[in-house]
């Protein structure tokens, strides 16, 4: 099994999706459900690491990054095979558009 890091850009994201969801529709289960999915992923892809669909950007980017759906969201993700650790370094809403930058901390 693999250890999953969240970056603090992706905590970022989802802090700020959670804010979203109670604000918008004042109810506070669906951002836990919203969380509980995120855990959910996140146990899936450290047991599974290539079980998300290789990104393909336009641009060649300096990493290979892999993507897992969550509900309408979508966790790009980056494998570190000699250490075990998996990165989630972006969320995306399916309506926003995709911006990688070309390096990643």
């Known amino acids: 099994m693999y250890d999953v890091i969240k970056t603090e850009t992706v905590q970022e994201q989802i802090d700020n999706i959670v804010d979203y ?5 004042a109810n506070v289960n669906i951002a836990i459900e919203f969380l509980s999915d995120i855990d959910d992923a996140a146990c899936m ?3 599974y690491p ?3 669909k290789e990104y393909e950007p336009e641009e060649k ?6 993507i897992k759906r969550v509900k309408n969201c ?3 993700y980056t494998i570190d095979e000699d250490k075990k ?3 989630i370094a972006y ?3 399916d309506l926003q558009d995709v911006l990688i930058e070309a390096q990643v901390d």
């Open 21 to 25: 969801m109670i604000s918008e529709f």
């Open 45 to 47: 892809i450290s047991r």
């Open 50 to 52: 290539q079980i998300g």
């Open 61 to 66: 980017l300096e990493k290979t990054y892999r």
């Open 74 to 76: 979508k966790l790009f």
């Open 85 to 87: 650790e998996i990165y």
């Open 91 to 93: 969320i995306f809403h």
